[in-house]
């Protein structure tokens, strides 16, 4: 009966700590202006259920709190916002005093100069360096022929095969986007490694910006060092490559290099 007791009595105990740590968190960053909502736990706040039910945890929030609401997701405390037109307003106005926001583990991975971390001036500036790559007519008569020959020679191993479209259409998006800045055969182990490491990266931009030994972040943030070093490989075999970039792909190649410049 003692035992019993003492096992209530821890139980009950535990309750209470969570209960008010709940609260304590809540109150924490109830300011006035704020938007409804909650904030879940402290450090991890609701990020277990936003990567968990994915899409549905928006659509609950939405339906419990309205289209404006606030929450603690990926490290970083969030205001969402669910209205067209108010997304539309913020887009618009970015350079008004609005300014675009990314998860701490995202910056720390891609770097805070990556495009889609930067802004007003900036992010203009590498938005007009990244388009001015690519031209019309390069597109029309290399980049997207290239792209149509890619997509069919793959498409064609999926026939008599059931596969996880989802997975598949992933895989697919990545190597052709590897072929085309790289030059890089799908059927390759390079391809293999890029594969593998890119998805981890991946993983470690969507994870709270932990730094511990087995953490997706910590995984993530080891892995981009480790693309970093085969770009810059990537990049020299290319630059060296004298007699392609002379003669008849000398368009593609110079494509190709400046793209993974600016990875």
């Not at 037109?85 to 008004?96: G, H, P, V």
């Not at 069919?152 to 999926?158: H, I, P, Y």
Request: with cysteine; charged share 15%.
């Amino acid at each position: 009966m003692a035992f019993f007791m003492e096992i209530t009595y821890v139980v009950f105990s535990v309750l209470c700590f969570c209960f008010l740590l709940l609260r304590w968190n809540e109150m924490r960053y109830r300011k006035n202006g704020l938007p409804p909502g909650t904030m879940g736990w402290p450090v991890f706040g609701e990020t277990t259920k936003f990567l968990k039910q994915g899409p549905n945890f928006m659509k609950n929030q939405k339906a419990r709190y309205g289209s404006f609401f606030k929450s603690h997701i990926l490290g970083s405390p969030t205001i969402i916002s669910m209205d067209a037109e108010l997304n539309r307003y913020i887009l618009m106005n970015e350079s008004k005093g609005l300014v675009a926001g990314y998860p701490q583990s995202m910056l720390d991975i891609l770097g805070n100069s990556n495009i889609a971390a930067v802004h007003g001036s900036a992010h203009k500036f590498l938005r007009g360096a990244l388009l001015s790559l690519v031209s019309p007519q390069m597109l029309r008569d290399i980049v997207l022929p290239r792209i149509d020959r890619f997509m069919s020679s793959q498409l064609s191993n999926w026939d008599g095969k059931i596969i996880n479209l989802q997975d598949h259409t992933k895989e697919v998006i990545f190597l052709s986007i590897m072929d085309q800045i790289a030059s890089i055969d799908p059927a390759s182990r390079r391809a293999d490694y890029f594969k593998t490491h890119f998805f981890k990266l991946v993983l470690g931009t969507l994870s709270l910006p932990i730094n511990l030994p087995g953490t997706n972040y910590r995984n993530g943030v080891q892995v981009r060092s480790l693309i970093f070093f085969h770009i810059l490989v990537l990049i020299d075999m290319q630059m060296h490559d004298n007699f392609f970039t002379k003669h008849r792909h000398k368009h593609t190649r110079t494509l190709n290099i400046n793209l993974t410049l600016l990875i």
